[in-house]
C-alpha cells in the first residue's frame, strides 16, 4: 500500500487530526455508519428523555455493553497517531469517538468532542460521576442481572456502548445521587449539542495546524463536518483517509480510499522517516 499525495501534503505540515468511528472498528467497535454496518440506528436524546421504557433498556443494555468498551484495547492506527504527536507532526486531535482508546494509546492532546462512555451526567444539576461509581450503584439495584445476561451471550457493542440484552424490563435505573434527577451517559447524543467550550478547543486545534486529516469518518454529522469547511475556508488542506466515500471529499486535497489502521501506520512511518532524513 502507497499513499505518495498523502504524505507529500501532509510532510513538514503541523497537522490536526480529526477521527471517527472508523478508527476503532479494528478494535471491535462496530461503525454503524460504515459499508458493513449493523442496520440499528443510534438513539436520539429526546428518545432518553421522554421514554422511561426506552431509558430503562438503555441503561440496562449500557450496564453491560459499557464494561466491554472499558476492556476495548487501542489497534495500530491509534499507536500511529500517538506517535506522530509524541514526533512532533501532530498538534492534537478531535474525535467524534466516546472509546477513549486514543487516550489509552498514549494521544496527549484530545479533544472528546462527543464525550467519553466513562462518565456519567445529571440532566438535572449536572452533577457527573465516574461510570465505575454507577456501575456499583446500578449492581447493588440489580443483583444477579450481569451474570444472567452474560450467560445469554451474543454481547454486541456499539459505538456508545449499546448492548444486546435480552430482558431489560425488570432492570432498575439509578438516579442522581445529589438531586435524584435524571442520569445520561456523558455523550452527546444525536439532537444534542456538543458543548460550546469545547467546540472552541477544537477550532482553535484546527487553527494552530498547517493541515487537517480526518481518519475514518463519513463526516455525516456537522458536528465533525463543520471543522473540514473551517479548515478548507481558511485555507488549511484537508486530507481524508476514509474507507467509503465523505461529506467532505470535494473540500479534500487528497482522499485515500482504505482503513485507517494500515494507513495511519504507513503514514507514521513516511512522515518519521523524513523528519530524521531531512538535515538541520
Ligand atoms: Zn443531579
Redesign the pocket.
Given at each position: 500500500m502507497d499513499a505518495p499525495e498523502l504524505v507529500a501534503l501532509l510532510q513538514g505540515r503541523r497537522v490536526a487530526v480529526l477521527t471517527g468511528a472508523g478508527m476503532s472498528t479494528d478494535s471491535g467497535i462496530p461503525d454503524y455508519r460504515g459499508p458493513d454496518s449493523p442496520p440499528n440506528n443510534p438513539m436520539t436524546i429526546r428518545q432518553f428523555t421522554s421514554d422511561p421504557v426506552f431509558r430503562q433498556r438503555y441503561w440496562a443494555r449500557n450496564h453491560i455493553g459499557w464494561r466491554h468498551m472499558d476492556e476495548t484495547m487501542p489497534n495500530a492506527g491509534h499507536r500511529a497517531l500517538a506517535a506522530l504527536e509524541s514526533d512532533g507532526v501532530l498538534v492534537g486531535l478531535i474525535t467524534q469517538n466516546v472509546d477513549l482508546l486514543h487516550t489509552k494509546a498514549g494521544s496527549r492532546t484530545v479533544v472528546n468532542l462527543h464525550g467519553t462512555y466513562a462518565q456519567v451526567v445529571?440532566?438535572?444539576?449536572?452533577?457527573t460521576m465516574p461510570r465505575t461509581a454507577l456501575a456499583t450503584a446500578l449492581e447493588a439495584a440489580n443483583p444477579g442481572f450481569l451474570e444472567r445476561a452474560e450467560a445469554v451471550g451474543g454481547i454486541a457493542v456499539a459505538p456508545d456502548a449499546d448492548a444486546v440484552v435480552a430482558d431489560t424490563s425488570s432492570f432498575v435505573i439509578v438516579?442522581?445521587?445529589?438531586?435524584?434527577?435524571?442520569?445520561k451517559p456523558d455523550i452527546v447524543y444525536f439532537g444534542e449539542n456538543v458543548p460550546k467550550d469545547r467546540v472552541e478547543q477544537a477550532y482553535s486545534l484546527v487553527d494552530s495546524s498547517d493541515a487537517l486529516l480526518v481518519a475514518g469518518s463519513s463526516l455525516t454529522v456537522y458536528s465533525g463536518y463543520r471543522f473540514v469547511r473551517h479548515a478548507a475556508a481558511h485555507g488549511i488542506p484537508v486530507a481524508i483517509i476514509n474507507r467509503g466515500p465523505t461529506r467532505g471529499d470535494d473540500l479534500a486535497a487528497v482522499k485515500v480510499d482504505a482503513g485507517c489502521s494500515e494507513m495511519l501506520t504507513l503514514l507514521a512511518g513516511e512522515l518519521v522517516r523524513t523528519c530524521t532524513a531531512s538535515p538541520g
Open positions: 445529571c440532566l438535572d444539576c449536572g452533577h438516579d442522581c445521587p445529589l438531586c435524584g434527577g435524571m442520569l
